[in-house]
């Protein structure tokens, strides 16, 4: 499969994650993140979580140092908007937004899919769009009893190393979240495998995520 680098690592010098609940992040591109922390060494990354109590707050900052190693300049912000009404929260969630992007200039975000059933993650993909128009983004996917599984354009490979350090991570940091019987392993591994299947990966796991524009540079000679 023909693949294409982000910019070349100089041009990547912040990164903005954008997550409406705790462990969206690390659900939807822990993998991606793990591969970042390894590559882009000099970035800045900020993420933010829009929703979660003290508790799940507490578990999204360990798994965030345990992706990042505490070797990256990172910064975590857990806001506290009322989690499942995002759409009446949206006037408020849109200020912060405003204020956000006083904050950080990135040169990459990674936010929820466009298509997403989940109301908040929908918001949350509406209003990164509707704040940050000329940047370059991509949507990443949060598998849900929904079965909004689409149909991506953006594939990061993982190795097989990458994935289960993913797994672990989520296992260990998210213990309010292990009675659920969708937060297996085996879920993310599954959507892991599928996605690897559709863009060769060279050991079968990928994350996919949606690019609704890119810009293409071609070099001169």
């Known amino acids: 499969m023909i693949g294409f680098e982000l910019a070349g690592r100089q041009d990547i010098r912040s990164v903005l994650l954008l997550g409406a609940h705790c462990d969206d992040l690390e659900i939807g591109c822990g993998g991606t993140l793990l591969r970042m922390a390894a590559s882009l060494p000099d970035a800045e990354f900020s ?12 578990e999204t900052r ?3 140092q345990r ?5 990256h300049r990172l910064t975590v912000d857990c806001q506290a908007f009322r989690g499942s009404y995002f759409p009446q929260e949206a006037a408020r969630i849109k200020d912060f937004f405003e204020t956000l992007k006083t904050r950080v200039q990135p040169d990459l975000i990674l936010t929820h899919h466009g298509g997403d059933a989940h109301q908040d993650h929908r918001i949350t993909s509406e209003l990164t769009w509707n704040t940050f128009r000329n940047h370059m983004i991509l949507e990443y996917e949060v598998p849900k009893y929904d079965g909004d599984i689409g149909r991506p354009n953006v594939f990061v ?6 994935l289960a350090e993913k797994n672990r991570i989520l296992l260990e940091c998210f213990p309010s979240q292990r009675g659920r019987s969708w937060f297996t392993a085996e879920t993310f591994a599954a ?9 060769n990966a060279p050991e079968g796991y990928a994350e996919a995520f949606h690019a609704r524009k890119l810009v293409m540079e071609i070099p001169r000679r």
């Open 62 to 64: 360990a798994a965030a």
């Open 157 to 162: 490979p993982l190795s097989a190393a990458q």
């Open 47 to 58: 993420w933010v979580t829009l929703s979660g109590e003290p508790d799940r707050a507490a």
């Open 191 to 199: 959507l892991a495998r599928l996605r690897g299947i559709e863009c």
């Open 67 to 71: 992706l990042f190693a505490g070797a």
